[in-house]
């Protein structure tokens, strides 16, 4: 719908505030931003009043709060009060208002029911995993699902590429069939990569846009276009926009994997484009820059990088590029020499130490996040009944 003036006018009658204008018309709102109707239009409207410092009390935050049943209506139509609140921690004005997304023990067991496996559960219900993991019943309620321990020598050549044949890229591959990918990099059959699209590299660049209803486009160039919107739900212009407006938006790749310097020209052509076409530009560096590149880990980087960490596993966990670098390259024992216990001699795992262990243990998940070879050989054996009481 194009704005006119006259339009946005129409409009603006049927608001109380300019807040509410912009709640409720985005577009035509940023269309008087942009064009400097903005007095004009919302002359009958009253300018916003900027609360001075320190105006919103603990009583008038709680009087506020008392109009709200839900958080979310309250952050959206307060901001200044709900940021007053966080800041402050005064969380208890929140206690009358509905909690959403409140995964108890039962509910977590219930939608657990459902799936057949782990991987299933992880995917449907990442919310009652996290919470299960964090309250310690995650065993518990996975009980019934299926665990295949697949035998040694499993991973082939042949079956690793049959696996990879289903990906198009790379970081696909590694993210939803990592135990294929890392048996491929171990026993360096790299070649069953090689019918994956190689344009996504880091000389080469598409350009893409994040177009949002209330009329703002963010416009940028990456060498991975899936990673790059993975990264945009974290941090940065989008992801800020997305969370202070919660606008709807469409994501665009405006064009192909083109070389490097043409896509640094055309990423320029088309914010003049979207700026002449009346958009507001989110950019808040300069366009044109190349994006940012692959990190390579040398050995001097990886062992700095080590040196931070008590033991392989915090080290594999907190830093999975420099992790892997080192197993690829065969660093690993060298650079973890400092590290405590580390691989253990077979038979280390009998009974006496993995009762000794789990003995140093919360819950079973503390167990098997620590002691992962322990607590496969105690379960293995059906020792996990005499070393953690069941839950009633």
């Known amino acids: 719908m194009k704005w006119s003036k006259e339009k946005c006018k129409e409009v603006a009658l049927l608001c109380e505030s300019r807040n509410d204008f912009k709640i409720k018309f985005g577009s035509a709102y940023t269309k ?20 001075q410092k320190g105006y919103w009390t603990y009583e008038k935050c709680k009087e506020v709060t008392l109009n709200y049943d839900k958080i979310n209506n309250f952050r959206t139509e307060n901001r200044g009060s709900y940021k007053t609140i966080m800041k402050n921690k005064w969380l208890e004005l929140f206690d009358h208002m509905k909690k959403t997304n409140n995964w ?32 310690g019943y995650y065993e518990e309620i996975c009980s019934h699902m ?24 790379k970081y696909d591959f590694e993210k939803n069939d990592c135990a294929a990918f890392a048996a491929m990099y171990k026993n360096k059959w790299l070649d069953i990569c090689n019918h994956m699209s190689l344009s996504e590299n880091i000389k080469s660049r598409c350009i893409y846009a994040y177009e949002f209803d209330d009329n703002y486009v963010y416009i940028g160039l990456t060498c ?30 405006l064009t192909e994997y083109i070389e490097q310097s043409e896509s640094q020209l055309m990423e320029n052509e088309y914010v003049e484009k979207y700026k002449n076409n009346g958009w507001c530009i989110l950019n808040k560096c300069k366009t044109g820059s190349i994006g940012s590149s692959i990190v390579y880990w040398t050995k001097e980087k990886c062992l700095e990088e080590s040196m931070k960490y008590k033991t392989r596993t915090e080290f594999q966990k907190n830093n999975k590029g420099a992790y892997l670098s080192s197993y690829r390259n065969k660093w690993l024992d060298e650079i973890c020499n400092h590290m405590i216990g580390g691989k253990r001699k077979n038979g280390f795992w009998d009974y006496e130490n993995c009762k000794k262990y789990a003995n140093l243990c919360k819950n079973k998940y503390e167990f098997v996040s620590k002691y992962s070879g322990g607590y496969y050989i105690t379960k293995m054996n059906g020792w996990l009944d005499d070393f953690f009481i069941k839950k009633e």
Do not use: M
């Open 32 to 51: 008087c931003v942009v064009n400097k109707w903005l007095d004009d239009v919302c002359i009958h409207l009253n300018k916003k009043e900027n609360k």
């Open 104 to 135: 108890t023990y039962e509910k977590c067991k219930e939608v657990a029911l459902l799936c057949k496996s782990r991987k299933e559960f992880n995917i449907k219900f990442p919310g009652a995993v996290k919470r299960s993991k964090n309250d």
């Open 224 to 253: 991975n276009f899936k990673d790059r919107q993975r990264r945009h739900k974290v941090n940065g212009s989008v992801f800020e926009h997305i969370k202070d407006t919660n606008s709807n938006y469409n994501i665009i790749q």
């Open 146 to 169: 299926l665990e295949i321990i697949k035998p040694k020598f499993y991973w082939t050549k042949d079956k690793c590429q049959e696996i990879a044949l289903k990906y198009t890229n």
